[in-house]
């Protein structure tokens, strides 16, 4: 994404690159940073995953406004089942109140919500609460927003292996494009921009598989605290980013597999 410095229009002045123009396709984003958010308040925890919630929606709309057509989130690892009790049946609930408050809103304004993730652990409430989100936005097209709910990366890997040998796949034919077809998140292509908010520098088990050659982004700010001034700064650090896949020149497309 380079442009030469030495690069002139035809009066003779250097073109100078707009960076902000380079649009990632699909950013995914590991919303970190809840709980330290609400302890620096000195506010219980479950307040800064409603603040997350706060921050989820202001991103969908940051996202429609570039016209950024897959954002994918990380909201509930496999692993944090983990946490206290209290704070499961907190984040459980307020899946039930985000999709009450926000998701009318968000169909009209074009985004389409799928859930990837294992749905046999969560109740029966949440289920529907996910049903419900799915079929009142599945005709819309203008942003897919993929929640990774109960999800993990080597869960999602385990999986498609799972269902390709149900579907008897003999081995010579299960391909990475064949398995990728087994993938929770088979419905959109790889992610370009890979944003971990909270500083730490790891990817905790989401998207181990799609993230193979996406743009890695780390920031300190706390999830509740992200807003489009952050997304456009990682946006600017990814229109400057070289993606070689391997190769040695700058590539003009990807790999992903998806859509
Ligand atoms: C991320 O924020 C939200 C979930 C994992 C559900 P955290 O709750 O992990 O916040 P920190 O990392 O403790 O600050
Ligand atoms: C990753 O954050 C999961 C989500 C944001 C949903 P965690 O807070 O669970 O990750 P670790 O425990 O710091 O690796
Ligand atoms: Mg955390």
New binding site residues.
């Given amino acids: 994404m380079r442009s030469d410095p030495a690069q002139r229009n035809r009066s003779g002045s250097p073109i100078v690159p707009d960076h902000t123009a380079v649009i990632p396709r699909h950013v995914a984003i ?3 940073g809840n709980g330290r958010w609400a302890n620096k308040r000195f506010l219980p925890r479950a307040v800064g995953h409603e603040q997350g919630v706060e921050a989820l929606v202001r991103t969908v709309r940051a996202c429609v406004q570039r016209g950024i057509p897959y954002l994918t989130v ?4 496999s ?2 089942w983990r946490r206290p009790e209290d704070e499961v049946s907190k984040l459980m609930g307020l899946v039930l109140v985000a999709v009450s408050r926000y998701v009318e809103r968000l169909a009209q304004e074009g985004v389409r919500i799928r859930i990837v993730g294992d749905r046999e652990a969560v109740s029966e409430k949440v289920r529907a609460s996910w049903h419900k989100a799915e079929t009142a936005t599945q005709h819309n097209s203008r942003l897919t927003l993929s929640v990774a709910f109960n999800y993990g990366g080597r869960w999602d890997i385990v999986q498609a292996c799972q269902r390709a040998l149900a579907d008897g796949v003999p081995p010579a034919e299960l391909t990475e494009a064949r398995l990728g077809s087994y993938l929770a998140l088979s419905h959109a292509p790889d992610p370009d921009l890979f944003i971990r908010t909270g500083g ?1 520098l ?1 990817i ?1 088990n ?1 998207l181990l598989w799609q993230a193979a050659y996406s743009e890695l982004y780390f920031t300190d700010c706390l999830w509740p605290d992200f807003g489009d001034a952050e997304l456009d700064a990682a946006i600017a650090d990814f229109a400057r980013r070289e993606r070689r896949f391997g190769g040695v020149e700058p590539a003009a497309s990807s790999i992903s597999q998806g859509t």
Avoid at 74 to 77: H, I, L, N, V, W
């Fill in positions: 590991v919303m970190d990380f909201a509930f690892s692993e944090n730490e790891r905790s989401f």
